[in-house]
């Protein structure tokens, strides 16, 4: 009997096992028929070496047609090289990028190997086999999943920045590794040209009349911290940004400033990357007594691909005007940010906006879906 | 006598005031003792302050805010912790062992998984917090030869698997919208505290808190035994039933408000007995002051170590850890 008894338990357990196996296959499943192998994958004798953000000399095949995009920025990149279709793997945020998806169809179907931003699946990964791997410079200091991208023997180029010459030193690379420097380096030349407008009317102002402004990104006591690309063009674009050099908070590689230390800077002007966090700054009785909310000058910043002026958003130098002219009005009188916006968009990704449209970018309100909505179209 | 007790009385109302007070000379915007005091003073007055805005924005918006909180929370912790160890008769628990905190703050994440909202965070996070204590107590009466450890083991397994079920409600959050409002949750902050948080934290702290402190007596009759506590004509199944809800509003509250912080509700208990012994009528009313001191000062403490905030969670750990052990030894395991 109770031997019996045993095997019986022996039988439920595996069955269990069994159950739950099938249960987990199943769900993966679904997504089996989306890419199979490519055929077209390019010679793997033709090779360049790239060197990427840490100094890695890397080899990646030469106009390498399968990309996945961890890393927003990357996929933003390749989208304006020309490049999108060739994505096939990307990061859940591109996917809810209203624009990206308008104009790339296939993002839509991409694989996601990191799901909720978290570890890379590395099945899934191989799976879709991309030729090379973008990833984040964040990603790129953990060791765990850099064992396992270098496990599954696919070339992984870090890409990110600290300010903005690394950036367009990195979006040149990009354009190496898919083949299209020549439009890479017209996008460059583009980001030096509005720098250069800027920086002739502000480079006159002496610091002390600079103004001084404090960026919010995405939550609104998180900010730049010092050596990040929002301090670099912020600067650029003549203010002065409060919270750099400071003592910050730092949680999960993000900067935090503490209400009390946003008010002993007490920024002249706050501008905030997330909509929504512009109207909490201005009803919230904490912050009522800053300057900036007094004189109700505190704006919402433009959000297109992405949102201007982002940790490693591609719209920077679209930033530096519009903060530029913000800041400034009466310098940049003769900078009309609707024909500027149309304009960027159609020359780099061939996108003709309606007024209403650049309009919608530049009030930063209704550029990405919520959660779910991705799935939806 | 009397006396005695009404001095014990008075410091324990005022030692959490006077915490208070002090902690509005703390922080990082650089005001001056007699600033501050002038602040308060025209307030106080109603007199039309000369003093810039921002000075009144840093007291009475930021600083006492946080240090009332402080209070509510470090007092709701110690508490509801004080009256699980009065009920189930053992000095090992409290909200946090329990597994209290780690299912309110799972009852919160999911609120805001489901309805993408913080609206009903507060019910979902009592409920589940009520049903952490359900399961700990009836895993605790699985094996009955060494109760008060089981009842430790039964929420040692309850909380884990409530924490692990916030790891994967984090995982299953969307990484722009509502991961962060979860973390956000579940950090353990006052910094951002606010008079808004009152409205909706402290009302089941403070409904938890009253009815602990009007019930403490039965709270004596309740640890010791159920047939003795039945002899004595009291309903023991209903009584248990309050203290339990009450203690799980409180906790809920708080962690609605600040995240789960550990250890405040296991340790302030314990030095109350210390100061004045193990009668509940007055244990109860000291647990609360303790629990809203220490709070407010390791609060202070993790504000000025360092110019970045050390988050609560670190500090009530390292305090409360070592003394957990230092329980176990003196009391081998056992009850009292």
Known sequence: MAVKKIYFKLFLTFAVFLLAGLLFAGCSGYKEAATGISEKNPDK??????????????????????????????????????????????????????????????IKDASVPAMGGGAVNLEELIRVSPDVIFIKGDTGKNEGEIEKLEKSKIPYLVVDCKNIKEQQYIIEMIGQVVGCRDKAKRYNQFYRQCIDRVQKKVSGIPLKDRIRVYHSVNEAT??????????????????????????????????????????????D???????????????????SSLSAVKNHKVYQMPNGMSRWGHPGSLETPMAILWTAKTLYPELFSDLDMVKETKNFYKEFYNFDLSDETALKILSGEGMRLSKGEENKK | MITRKKIIYAILILSPLVCIFFSLFIGRFPLSVPLVVKILWSKLAMSASSLPDKYNTVIWEIRMPRAILGALVGGSLAISG????????NPLVS?????????????????????????????????????AVLLSYLIGRVYNTTPAIMLVLGGVIVSSVFSALISFAKYVADPYNQLPTIVFWLMGSLASARYHDFIIG????TIGIIGLIAIRWRINVLSMG??????????????????????????????????????????????????????????????????????????????VITGSEIPLGILTALVGGPFFVYLLKKTKGGGW
């Open chain 1, 269 to 287: 002007v706050i501008i905030v990357n997330e909509s929504g966090v512009a109207d909490y700054i201005m009803k919230n009785k904490q912050w």
């Open chain 2, 202 to 205: 402290g009302i089941p702290m």
């Open chain 2, 95 to 131: 909200s946090g062992i329990l597994g209290v905190s780690s299912g309110a703050g799972f009852g919160a994440a999911l609120a805001i998984l489901i309805f993408n909202s913080t609206s009903y965070t507060y019910i979902f996070a009592f409920c589940f917090g009520g049903l």
């Open chain 2, 226 to 303: 159920d047939k003795e506590a039945r002899s004595l004509g009291i309903d023991t199944a209903l009584n248990k039933g309050i203290v339990i809800i009450c203690a799980t509003l409180a906790t809920a509250g708080a962690v609605c408000v600040s995240g789960i912080i550990g250890w405040v509700g296991l340790v302030m208990p314990h030095i109350g007995r210390m100061l004045v012994g193990n009668d509940n009528k007055l244990l109860i009313p000291a647990s609360l002051s303790l629990g809203a001191c220490f709070l407010i000062l390791v609060d202070n403490l993790g504000r």
């Open chain 2, 82 to 89: 004080a009256a699980f160890q009065g009920l189930f008769r």
């Open chain 1, 45 to 106: 004798s033709n090779t360049i070496t790239v060197r990427d953000y840490f100094g890695r000399e890397v080899e990646v095949p030469a106009r390498a047609k399968r990309l996945a995009c961890l890393y927003a920025f990357a996929g933003h990149v390749v989208a304006m090289l020309g490049k999108g279709e060739n994505i096939v793997a990307v990061v859940e945020g591109l996917k809810r990028d209203i624009l990206m998806t308008e104009m790339l169809t296939n």
């Open chain 1, 222 to 267: 998180r900010t730049d911290p010092k050596d990040s690309l929002p301090a670099d063009w912020l600067q650029v674009a003549g203010a002065v940004d409060v919270s750099v050099d400071k003592d910050l908070k730092l949680i999960e590689e993000k900067y935090f400033a503490s209400l009390e230390q946003i008010l002993v800077w007490d920024p």
